[in-house]
């Protein structure tokens, strides 16, 4: 596994790279991921930046009324977790279209499940990909529940907040460990529970671009 303080050979050492954002719903990692985006963007204004942001794709595929659309809906009006077809699906489209092999990409809310990260693997394998980075923003249960809480989306009841957490733990935990333990991946533990800003500096710290 490799870990902390990314050695730097220069400005174009991070282009292209992978980003992967993951962690509890709750923590932040979108936010964290918009912000990695811009200033991707704006240092290294050569390259084009893909947000491969999986949560609004499927918020925008279930506005359609065909008969996968609906059952996807229905899921995600019930706080369920989508399963990995539909997910993949979503991003492979947005890759097949958009990726040229020369931009940065940053995936937001996905994978998830075990069988995602490794079907993004064999993608990566694909698109000869080199040592992704993986951001695991680190938050506790209390400190997940909070945020959810507090951002009063319909799909944030407590009911469905419950259920996400706990698919976390049974779900994304081993993703977390198969990243954790993969030489192919550049994993980098990340403290959630500061200010956006804080997180945002810890990130660009430990990555190497600040």
Partial sequence: MLNLSIKKEGPTWAIPRAYIFIGRSGCGKGTQADLLSEFLCDKYKSCRTLHIETGAFLREFIKGDSYTQTLSREIVENGGLMPEAVMVA?????????????????????????????????????????????????????????????????????????????WFDVEVEPTINFYKNNPDYIFIEINGEQRIEEVQKEILQKAGLD
Avoid at 100 to 117: H, Q, S, V, Y
Avoid at 121 to 136: E, G, N, T, W
Avoid at 158 to 165: D, F, G, P, S
Wanted: with cysteine; net charge negative.
């Fill in 90 to 166: 979503l991003w492979e489209d947005y890759l097949f279209t958009n990726y040229t092999g020369g931009e940065n990409l940053i995936f937001d809310g996905c994978p998830r499940k075990l069988p995602e990260a490794q079907l993004l693997d064999s993608a990566f394998d694909f698109y000869k990909v080199q040592l992704p980075i993986v951001f695991h923003i680190n938050v506790g249960r209390d400190w997940a529940v909070e945020k959810l809480t507090n951002r009063s989306r319909k799909d944030d009841n407590a009911e469905a907040i419950e259920r996400r957490l706990k």
